[in-house]
Each structure stands twice: as structure tokens, then as C-alpha cells.
């Protein structure tokens, strides 16, 4: 299993549904642009959201075991996944690749789950 690295690329925000819908709230999220986190492959990493986790891990766990080319090559990295939360009111896009290096930290060799 590889690691995998999780890259906050934007934040965006929609003040007019904000307004119209959402109850006020003092501090929504704790994401900033260009924030690297990095995963084992089916681990949250520390500190990043859960909700966001609950998109991202799937495409983060096929990354981690070799899946490649989702959506029949949408990006140009095969490797690779651009990914949103599901926040409505301000969605944050992260990037994930799969590196090379091993999820246990020794590249190459693999842990022996039992």
C-alpha cells in the first residue's frame, strides 16, 4: 500500500446561500489553501476534517492499492484525484496522488498485517 498525499488547492465560498441558509457559525473550517497532508492509505490523517475525510478516503484507499485512470482518464496525472467536500456553502478542492513511497514509511517493503 502506497502513501498517499492530500493537498488543499482552493477554498471557495458562497456568501448569498451563506446568508439565505446556513446558521451563523463562528469558525466553519480549518482548511487553508496549500495545507499538505499525508495518509497511509485508509488512515484520516491528524487534524484534517472528518467530513471531508468521508469523500476523499475512498478515492485516497483505491490510490493507496494501485487504482489508476478514474473516470476514464480525467486526469492527467493517472495517479491521481481532484476532489471536493461536500461543504455547500464553501467547498474546498483537494488534490490527492498516490507517491511512491510504501504506507508503512519503508518504501518499497509492505507491513504484514498480522
Known sequence: MKKCKITVMAITQYPELM???E???DHACDMAVGQVF???????????CQSAWEVLSPF????SHGAENFY???MRNPRSAMLSCNDG??????LVEALD?????QPGKRRNPL
Open 23 to 25: 446558521n451563523p457559525m
Open 89 to 94: 456553502f464553501r467547498p474546498v478542492s483537494f
Open 38 to 48: 499525508f495518509t497511509n492509505g485508509w488512515e484520516k490523517p491528524e487534524g484534517f
Open 72 to 74: 476514464d482518464g480525467w
Open 19 to 21: 446568508a439565505q441558509y
Open 60 to 63: 485516497v484507499l483505491a490510490l
Open 101 to 105: 513511497e510504501d504506507g508503512t514509511g
